[in-house]
């Protein structure tokens, strides 16, 4: 009797740019090795240089292997927060902004019965390596939640979702990518305008979440900010709930 070919597991890529934090752990290697190399040598200063050098190393790797642990299972248990802060029912409709290889949106969409959960993005590679349409439904075929997804091709600047679309909306990591505090406000006041009243936005960044808060208080939203327990990151959490409607 054949035996059945296990199905692999997903992948939900690589934040950033492989190559950039392999320079940067090679540098941090050639600094503390530098360093101990020139301890060696006679001379009160050398000895300093010595010190700063192995110092800057064991930074920059550091550095690396918190990323590193970050991008293998920080983010899980990111997503995992982020999705424990909805009193989900079922039948949401979610939008995962900048869903990348689709990890909030598969993660969304395992709490649904009879709701939906939309990925939209603009598949910069830049921003995640193999950043493609075709990865991210490769993902949610074999996370079994493929007719609950929809992926499309949207800016979070000019969505075109009619208004109080949905109940859920989640980010991570996507809106610190637009260069300019304009472009911020115009995302997080197309969020606002999208979510429905008693809809619940969560959003994860490594900056500018006091910003995005802010924003979201300007449009009438309750805003609260958490910063969870350390997952190979150092971002923080702004959870902005629309008031319902008189």
């Given at each position: 009797m054949a035996k059945s070919v296990p199905k692999s597991k997903p992948d939900y890529g690589f934040d950033g740019s492989p190559f950039g934090v392999t320079i940067v752990c090679l540098a941090g290697a050639v600094c503390f090795g530098g360093g101990v190399a020139l301890i060696t040598f006679p001379g009160p200063g050398l000895k300093i240089a010595a010190f700063v050098l192995m110092l800057c190393g064991l930074l920059a790797?550091?550095?690396?292997?918190?990323?590193?642990?970050?991008?293998?299972?920080?983010?899980?248990?990111?997503?995992?927060?982020?999705?424990?802060?909805?009193?989900?029912?079922?039948?949401e409709k979610v939008l995962d902004i900048g869903t990348g290889r689709g990890l909030l949106m598969i993660g969304a969409?395992?709490?649904?019965?009879?709701?939906?959960?939309?990925?939209?993005?603009?598949?910069?590679?830049?921003?995640?390596?193999?950043?493609?349409?075709?990865?991210?439904?490769?993902n949610a075929e074999l996370e079994g939640v493929l007719?609950?997804?929809?992926?499309?091709?949207?800016?979070?600047?000019?969505?075109?979702?009619?208004?109080?679309?949905?109940?859920?909306?989640?980010?991570?990591?996507?809106?610190?990518?637009?260069?300019t505090k304009d472009g911020r406000q115009k995302a997080c006041r197309g969020?606002?305008?999208?979510?429905?009243?008693?809809?619940?936005?969560?959003?994860t960044d490594k900056s500018h979440t006091k910003e995005y808060g802010e924003i979201f208080a300007m449009e009438g939203l309750t805003v609260e900010y958490f910063r969870p327990s350390f997952d190979g990151s150092l971002r923080g959490i702004v959870k902005a709930v629309k008031k319902a409607s008189l």
């Open positions: 790797v550091l550095v690396c292997g918190s990323y590193l642990y970050y991008v293998k299972l920080g983010k899980l248990h990111r997503r995992d927060t982020m999705i424990s802060m909805i009193d989900w029912k079922g039948t969409a395992k709490k649904l019965t009879l709701g939906k959960s939309i990925g939209i993005d603009i598949w910069n590679s830049e921003d995640m390596h193999g950043n493609t349409y075709q990865n991210t439904m490769g007719e609950k997804v929809e992926v499309k091709n949207e800016d979070v600047r000019s969505m075109s979702f009619p208004n109080e679309t949905f109940d859920v909306i989640l980010s991570n990591l996507c809106i610190h990518n637009i260069p969020i606002a305008r999208v979510l429905k009243p008693n809809g619940t936005a969560i959003i």
